[in-house]
Every structure is written in structure tokens, then in C-alpha cells.
């Protein structure tokens, strides 16, 4: 009798052990997006060419403000008023498939990169006539130079 208590006692521990094991598998949180090291920053700076490799990315973030309301940057991220950024060095212009662009921006032949993004932001409708991305320009040299930066390690994660 005493044999067969301990028996159903074992067999019920057992039971809460491996119930507790799986709610502790399923409650394992998703895996967060890499966070970029200082040296994979630096790395990434380092691709692209003068001035663009000494830009202050602190203060391009500070820059990109005057982006965010339209954009995100983070891999897979929404496209809202304007696509998503991810990835954007690179990219030829007006391709992200999910993004309604303009008939101009498709047909404008650019590929993004510093000196493209630079122009971009300067003046987006000298660049190309008839895009609609309404951003009045950045007219600021030093700060287009900062959020180029910045937009290389962002969009590159
Ligand atoms: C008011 C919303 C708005 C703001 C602010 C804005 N954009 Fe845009 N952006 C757009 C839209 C809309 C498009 C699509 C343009 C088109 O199809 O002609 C676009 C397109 C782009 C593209 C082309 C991407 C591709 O896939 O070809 C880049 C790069 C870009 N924007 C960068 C920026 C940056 C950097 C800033 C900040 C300085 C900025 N944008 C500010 C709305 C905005």
C-alpha cells in the first residue's frame, strides 16, 4: 500500500516536471534583432567613400528625424508613407516589391548609394521630377553627410 503511494507520487512529480518543461520551451522569447557591435559600425562606416566615412552617426540619427514619420529601417519592416529602408545602399531605385512608387522613381535608372542618398535628400525633386516623396530637401552639407552615415549602419543590420 505504502509501495504503491510513493509509485503515484513519483509518477505525479514526473508529470509536473516535464509539464514545467515544456512551458518553459514555449515561453523561450523569439530571438531580438542583432544588435550591431561598435566594431561591425565601424566596419560598415568604412565602406563607404569620403566624406561619407567620417560622418557623425549620432548626429545623422538626430537627422533622420526628419525622415521617420515615412520610413522605417529595420529588416522587414513596414513600408508606410514612403518603403522601408532596409537595405537601401545598393538598391535600385524604386524596386522594394510590396511599395508603390511613382512611374518617375521607377524610371530614374539610380541605384542608391551615398552620393544618390546625398542628392536625394538635398533636393529629391531636381533628382528626379515627378517622384512623390514630399521632403523639402535637407540643405545642410554637413548634416546630409551625418545622415548618410547614419543611414549605412542602420539600414544594414
Ligand atoms: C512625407 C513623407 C516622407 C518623408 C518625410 C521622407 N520620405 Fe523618403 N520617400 C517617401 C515616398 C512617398 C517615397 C517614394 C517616392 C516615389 O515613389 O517617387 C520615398 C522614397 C525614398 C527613397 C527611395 C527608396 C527606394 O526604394 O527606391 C529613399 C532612399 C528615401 N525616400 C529616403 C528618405 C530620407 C533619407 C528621408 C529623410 C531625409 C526621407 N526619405 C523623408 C516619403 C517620405
Not at 557591435?37 to 565602406?47: C, G, H, I
Request: net charge positive.
Amino acid at each position: 500500500m505504502c509501495r504503491l503511494g510513493l509509485l503515484i507520487i513519483t509518477g505525479a512529480a514526473c508529470v509536473a516536471l516535464s509539464a514545467c518543461g515544456e512551458a518553459q520551451k514555449s515561453a523561450a522569447p523569439a530571438p531580438a534583432p542583432a544588435e550591431l557591435t561598435a566594431a561591425q559600425k565601424a566596419a560598415l562606416l568604412a565602406e563607404l567613400p569620403a566624406p561619407y566615412n567620417a560622418g557623425d552617426v549620432a548626429v545623422g540619427e538626430t537627422k533622420f528625424l526628419l525622415c521617420r514619420s515615412c520610413h522605417t529601417t529595420a529588416p522587414g519592416g513596414p513600408s508606410i508613407t514612403g518603403p522601408n529602408l532596409h537595405n537601401v545602399f545598393g538598391r535600385k531605385a524604386g524596386t522594394l516589391a510590396e511599395y508603390k512608387y511613382s512611374d518617375a522613381l521607377k524610371a530614374s535608372g539610380l541605384t542608391w548609394d551615398a552620393a544618390t542618398l546625398d542628392a536625394w535628400v538635398a533636393d529629391p525633386h531636381a533628382l528626379v521630377k515627378g517622384a512623390k516623396m514630399t521632403f523639402v530637401g535637407l540643405k545642410d552639407a554637413k548634416a546630409r553627410i551625418d545622415l548618410v552615415a547614419y543611414l549605412k549602419v542602420e539600414t544594414s543590420r
